[in-house]
């Protein structure tokens, strides 16, 4: 049977932002992202969610997650595609799956994103910005998805 060499690794380190207790949030939880020859493998657990809700989950453009993570601009779209669902046609590179916290408020991250890399280049994840949201991302409203403020986030480094 082949196995697949692994590739670049990086990692996000979730951590709260100064508007996470008014989101009655405390987000917190460590996402790794793995290259592969078909895309980036990107697994975690984060805590510390609204139990039983859907929260936004984007790679952003910047990497400052002082204060309100507004430093980390906006979803990271190298292909300048409108926003929409991860796995649709036409959505940023960013557009990650919705994180669904269970009852203790955790959500777990297990998919292969096909617009992403970890090695250096103009898709690459490494130096930017991760992003938990406070609300649903409606994958409509353009350019972000009406996902809310930003009480989650962590920037991506190599591991």
């Known amino acids: 049977m082949y196995a697949e060499p692994p590739g670049p690794k990086a990692i996000g380190v979730i951590a709260p932002t100064s ?22 493998f990107v697994t ?11 929260h ?14 507004l430093g980390t601009k906006g979803h990271f779209n190298p292909d300048s595609a409108p926003h929409g669902r991860h796995g649709s046609a036409s959505h940023h590179a960013g557009d990650l799956p919705a994180l669904k916290a269970n009852a203790d408020g955790i959500a777990e991250i297990n998919v292969l ?4 890399t970890v ?8 130096g930017r910005g ?26 991506i480094r190599e591991d």
Not at 64 to 69: F, I, L, Q, R, V
Not at 113 to 116: A, E, I, N, P, S
Not at 137 to 155: E, F, L
């Open 113 to 116: 994103v096909k617009k992403l």
């Open 44 to 54: 975690g657990r984060i805590s510390g969610l609204r139990p039983n809700q859907e």
């Open 19 to 40: 508007v996470a207790a008014a989101a009655s949030m405390n987000p917190q939880g460590i996402v790794r992202f793995q290259q592969r020859s078909d895309g980036v």
């Open 130 to 155: 991760l992003i938990v949201h406070r609300d649903p991302d409606d994958y409509t409203t353009q350019p972000t998805g009406n996902a809310g403020p930003r009480p989650g986030c962590a920037v």
């Open 119 to 126: 090695a250096a280049g103009p898709t690459s994840v490494v």
């Open 56 to 69: 936004g989950f984007h790679v952003h453009e910047g990497s400052d997650c002082s204060g309100d993570a």
